[in-house]
């Protein structure tokens, strides 16, 4: 069996709040961290043209997420955004934008946060744990 995500207290609260912050449109923005333990959540711009049902991370935060990791920042894990009224758990929207690159995916919708691994044609759902930062 995989060993669980570890996702700081930090980290757990800020997604919670970044929802409700956004609401009734959709949050979004990047995780970052090591191996399987995500230590930060940043926010980017929802730059989507309907970001009350979707959501498109701002590319210029995502080249300048990956342009630090390479300097030495810490790496990019993965990606988070909200599902305002909805469950969590990723909608044929999620589905159809996912890449297949093996990245976690942090979905906070009306049942609280789940993670999953984006995985080619499906989403992986994990199981974690939260820590302390």
Do not use: K
């Not at 409700?20 to 989507?48: K, M, Y």
């Not at 009306?110 to 499906?122: E, M, P, S």
């Amino acid at each position: 069996m995989a060993m669980a995500l570890q996702v700081t207290r930090d980290v757990l609260a800020h997604l919670a709040d970044a929802a409700a912050r956004a609401h009734p449109r959709e949050c979004c923005g990047i995780l970052f961290g090591q191996g399987e333990r995500i230590s930060q959540a940043r926010d980017t711009a929802n730059v989507h043209a309907t970001p009350e049902t979707h959501f498109e991370i701002d590319p210029q935060a995502l080249i300048d997420a990956h342009r630090a990791a390479r300097s030495g920042g810490p790496e990019v894990l993965g990606y988070f955004h909200s599902h305002p009224d909805s469950p969590a758990r990723p909608s044929a929207t999620d589905r159809a934008m996912a890449t297949g690159d093996g990245r976690i995916w942090a979905i906070h919708g009306a049942n609280g946060v789940t993670f999953w691994r984006d995985r080619a044609n499906l989403f992986e759902p994990l199981s974690y744990e939260a820590i302390d930062g």
